[in-house]
């Protein structure tokens, strides 16, 4: 009897038993495999249960790395719209070099006799001398800060780009676990390599931004040298006589000439200016009074001294209207036209003399 397991059927409503004998190594085999297939259901069941969360992960991943691919086209869209907008800068900037650049010139020598260059050849010292100040004013256009812009069309060749590179490719190969030989190891998948690829896409935008960082940087150093070098020249260009003092017509230029009064060839530092007598004269810029009065052979005379090493003389003049150590602005009446000191007639003797050397006047005259 211990061989056997007997199970008894008893029907609620029907009479009669019904009774199974099962063999004690049927019920214990049968027992053994209920469990076993209870655990291999449990363990196909969480297995199941990771393969979709790992499913679902994926799927995240893939949606995450595509919005990741995503933000960095956008991001290397916005780096170029910036690019762009720096060039435009830097050509504004170079532009204002050229508008706001001061030309060297020899004020020494009448404007009218500089037709030709040919005319006034230079001395060998003279030619060295200006090769030596073409080469620096060449060396100063050339500057380098702007170089580091054109980097950004060959980055793939720079070292800076390649050292980014690597270094992106050792974070993404420790993130998968492949710490050692990496470089072989991320050719065995699609997905590897899809991987290894962010790298060089990471490098690049990391290279081009530090690139156009450094530009601004540079260009805003640059900038601010030329808002600074704007403002002395605004002050320097309110200090310069860009206008004839008074209304007339020009009797005599600046330059070497018959002197009226001794008959003999000497240097007229100025020009004369031919007017009826009581004509008005006007400053020709900023600046302070330092002399108004007589003075031998000019007659009425005023003096004004504009800072930078440059002055205007005023002679012959009828009447004066100003005194020592006022301050005047362009176009502030100052004397009137007459006929005093060693003067033919009515005019006004109009003098620039820059450091205290007589130059042209009409190196200066806009108008």
Do not use: C
């Not at 170079?94 to 009448?110: F, H, M, N, P, W």
């Not at 001398?129 to 170089?147: G, L, V, Y």
């Not at 810029?285 to 007589?294: L, N, P, Y």
Request: hydrophobic share 35%; no cysteine; charged share 25%.
């Amino acid at each position: 009897m211990d061989r056997y397991f007997t199970i008894m059927v008893v029907p609620e409503r029907e009479k009669g038993v019904k009774s199974f004998r099962i063999p004690r190594v049927v019920f214990h085999a049968a027992l053994f495999f209920m469990v076993v297939f209870t655990v291999l259901l449990g363990i196909l069941t969480y297995d199941y249960w990771k393969i979709l969360r790992q499913v679902y992960e994926n799927k995240h991943l893939t949606i995450e790395n595509r919005q990741l691919k995503e933000q960095v086209q956008l991001f290397q869209m916005k780096l170029n719209t910036l690019t762009e907008d720096l060039e435009r800068i830097h050509t504004f900037e170079k532009k204002l070099r050229i508008i706001t650049g001061i030309e060297e010139a020899d004020l020494t020598q009448s404007i009218k006799s500089l037709n030709t260059e040919d005319e006034y050849p230079l001395n060998k010292t003279e030619e060295k001398d200006q090769d030596i100040s073409k080469e620096m004013d060449k060396e100063k256009k050339q500057t380098k800060i702007f170089d580091n812009l054109d980097q950004l069309k060959t980055y793939s060749e720079a070292p800076e780009y390649k050292k980014l590179k690597d270094l992106y490719e050792k974070k993404i190969a420790t993130i998968f676990g492949l710490q050692t030989s990496y470089s072989y190891t991320k050719e065995w998948s699609n997905l590897t390599k899809q991987s290894f690829t962010l790298a060089s896409d990471f490098a690049e935008f990391d290279y081009k931004f530090s690139t156009v960082k450094g530009f601004v940087k540079n260009l805003e150093v640059n900038i601010h040298k030329l808002d600074q070098f704007l403002l002395d020249k605004d002050s320097f260009l309110r200090s310069t006589p860009t206008l004839l003092p008074t209304k007339g017509w020009i009797t005599s230029y600046y330059g070497p000439r018959i002197s009226p009064t001794s008959k003999r060839l000497r240097m007229h530092e100025g020009v004369d200016i031919g007017a009826r007598s009581g004509t008005l004269i006007v400053a020709a810029a900023d600046g302070r009074i330092t002399f108004a009065g007589k003075k031998p052979g000019f007659g009425n005379f005023v003096q004004i001294d504009h800072g930078y090493g440059v002055e205007t003389f005023y002679a012959h003049a009828k009447g004066l209207f100003t005194k020592k150590g006022q301050i005047v602005s362009r176009g502030d009446l100052i004397a009137s036209i007459g006929n005093t000191g060693a003067s033919t007639g009515p005019h006004l003797h109009y003098e620039i003399r820059v450091n205290g050397t007589p130059v042209d006047p009409l190196y200066f005259v806009l108008d």
